[in-house]
Structure formats: C-alpha cells, structure tokens
C-alpha cells in the first residue's frame, strides 16, 4: 500500500511539472516538452505517447489518465521519476 500511496504521489508530481501551464491538463505541445526534456525528441514518439496515455481522446493527458498510464507501465514511470 505504501508503494501505491508512493507512485501516486510520484506521479502527481509528474503531471505538475508537465502541466507547464497549470490547468489541469497536460497537452500536446507540453507533452512534447517533456519528453524533449526525458531525451525524446520525435514528433512521431510525442504523437504515439499521447494517443497512448489519452484515454480518452480529448488531446488533453488527465491526472487519472496518467495514473491509469503509470499502473500499466510501472517501470517507465520509475524511469521518469529518476530522470527528474
């Protein structure tokens, strides 16, 4: 339970620092900013990570959907978090 409790927080901390403009959602543009950041600079890895994390297909990276996205790829997020 405490690794949940953990992860969550990581990943709330994640998704304020790519939430560059602080509303709520993380978009393509700040998405890509990101992962340029993580060392991923490919306009096609931004398009493919973002219609993978976005459920549902607003354009828009929700806080449950990283959640959602961090339970499926526990070890890619523990990568994110080292990296920053």
Same mark, same amino acid.
């Given at each position: 339970?405490?690794?949940?409790?953990?992860?969550?927080?990581?990943?709330? +901390?994640?998704?304020?620092?790519? *939430?560059?403009? =602080? &509303? /709520?959602? $993380? !978009? %393509?543009? #700040? @998405?890509?900013?990101?992962?340029?950041?993580?060392?991923?600079?490919?306009?096609?890895?931004?398009? +493919?990570?973002?219609?993978?994390? *976005?459920?549902? =297909? &607003? /354009?828009? $990276? !929700? %806080?449950? #959907? @990283?959640?959602?996205?961090?339970?499926?790829?526990?070890?890619?997020?523990?990568?994110?978090?080292?990296?920053?």
């Amino acid at each position: 339970m405490a690794d949940e409790a953990q992860n969550k927080a990581d990943c709330e +901390r994640i998704f304020k620092r790519f *939430d560059a403009n =602080g &509303d /709520g959602k $993380i !978009s %393509l543009a #700040e @998405l890509g900013n990101a992962l340029k950041e993580l060392g991923s600079s490919s306009q096609d890895e931004v398009k +493919r990570r973002m219609a993978e994390i *976005d459920l549902d =297909g &607003d /354009g828009f $990276i !929700s %806080l449950e #959907e @990283l959640f959602d996205f961090q339970r499926a790829n526990p070890d890619l997020m523990k990568i994110v978090v080292k990296k920053l």
